[in-house]
Structure formats: structure tokens, C-alpha cells
Nanobody
Framework: QVQLVESGGGLVQAGGSLRLSCAAS????????VGWFRQAPGKEREFVAA????????FYANSMKGRFTISRDNAKNTVYLQMNSLKPDDTATYYC????????????????WGQGTQVTVSS
């Protein structure tokens, strides 16, 4: 269905910034929301932010609000996650997901997932 490829992860010092990209290809007709999730080893997958694919609504986890910003470029079929003021606790694999979730923060309600991109924040 929808293929998603994340990029932009890497190693950054605490307080720094990273911009993640999620490039979508294939059929997107079954998608109305694109979300970012993250997962650290031994922890559950955690909602970060989401954006409407054809609309303009955005959603953020409370802990991310004010530091992270989600956006999209329709011409490139790409969703971005700008991450500022990064903390060591932000270290995780970040995943892009697409689907038609009733709850944008519920990972089980998304249909398609990328392979993830690693973000490591050092002290």
C-alpha cells in the first residue's frame, strides 16, 4: 500500500536539533493521518506527533509540545519532524506511520510503517 522511508536520524548533543523526514510513495488513498512514533529499547512505542495528509490538523503528545514540530511538503509527499531542545530521553528509534486512525496517538490503528531512523542524544 503506502511505503514509508524515514531519514535524518543521527547523533546529536543534548540541546541540539534534528529534522527527520518521512517520504511516502505508492498509494496514499487509504491514508488521512501521518504520524511519528518512537521506541526505546525495552519500552513501548510512544506517540510523538501526527498531521493530516490532506487536511491541516496537527496533533502532539503533551511531552513533545513546544519542542517538536510536524509539517509536510505535499509536492514531495514528505512529512517532517523538527526536533529542538533534544534531551537524552529522546534517544529512540523514530518511526513514521500512515493510516486512518480514529485516535492519532494509537499506533495499533495505523496501517503502514517505515523501518525507522535512529536518534541518539548524548549528554
Amino acid at each position: 500500500q503506502v511505503q514509508l522511508v524515514e531519514s535524518g536520524g543521527g547523533l546529536v548533543q543534548a540541546g541540539g536539533s534534528l529534522r527527520l523526514s518521512c517520504a511516502a510513495s505508492g498509494r496514499t488513498f487509504g491514508t488521512n493521518i501521518v504520524g511519528w512514533f518512537r521506541q526505546a529499547p525495552g519500552k513501548e512505542r510512544e506517540f510523538v506527533a501526527a498531521i493530516a495528509w490532506t487536511g491541516y490538523s496537527t496533533f502532539y503528545a503533551n511531552s513533545m509540545k513546544g519542542r517538536f514540530t510536524i509539517s509536510r511538503d505535499n509536492a514531495k509527499n514528505t512529512v517532517y519532524l523538527q526536533m529542538n531542545s533534544l534531551k537524552p530521553d529522546d534517544t529512540a528509534t523514530y518511526y513514521c506511520a500512515a493510516g486512518r486512525p480514529s485516535d492519532a496517538g494509537a499506533p495499533r490503528q495505523y496501517d503502514s510503517w517505515g523501518q525507522g531512523t535512529q536518534v541518539t542524544v548524548s549528554s
